[in-house]
């Protein structure tokens, strides 16, 4: 069974950075596109960056032009690179399939705590 690993959050000041990391255990990340979600405190998960097998991405208008999302299939890993951070990026961290048919059983997360 696949397993996801997420990985890199903390604390972090406004306006910083963090790199976040997701391992995939299994060939989950070949081929399919896969997505960075989060999840704050009493709202929903939401879906904020995705990026397909051959490498093109998306964004939630949220995190476009801060955010940016990478993969390395020969690794099944994915990345999150995020800039600029602002308070309300503060949530749990999660990465998993973008497709719902597609999608493992999800990580424990990583948390990213912005504040001063």
């Known amino acids: 069974q696949v397993q996801l690993v997420e990985s890199g959050g903390g604390l972090v000041q406004p306006g910083g950075s963090l790199r976040l990391s997701c391992a995939a255990s299994?060939?989950?990340?070949?081929?399919?596109?896969m997505g960075w979600f989060r999840q704050a405190p009493g709202k929903e998960r939401q879906l904020v960056a995705t990026?397909?097998?051959?490498?093109?991405?998306n964004y939630a208008d949220s995190v476009k032009g801060r955010f940016t999302i990478s993969r390395d299939n020969a690794k099944n890993m994915v990345y999150l690179q995020m800039n600029s951070l602002k308070p309300e990026d503060t949530a749990v961290y999660y990465c998993?399939?973008?497709?719902?048919?597609?999608?493992?059983?999800w990580g424990q997360g990583t948390q990213v705590t912005v504040s001063s």
């Open positions: 299994g060939s989950i990340v070949s081929g399919a596109s």
């Open positions: 998993n399939a973008a497709a719902v048919y597609r999608r493992a059983p």
């Open positions: 990026v397909r097998g051959d490498g093109s991405t």
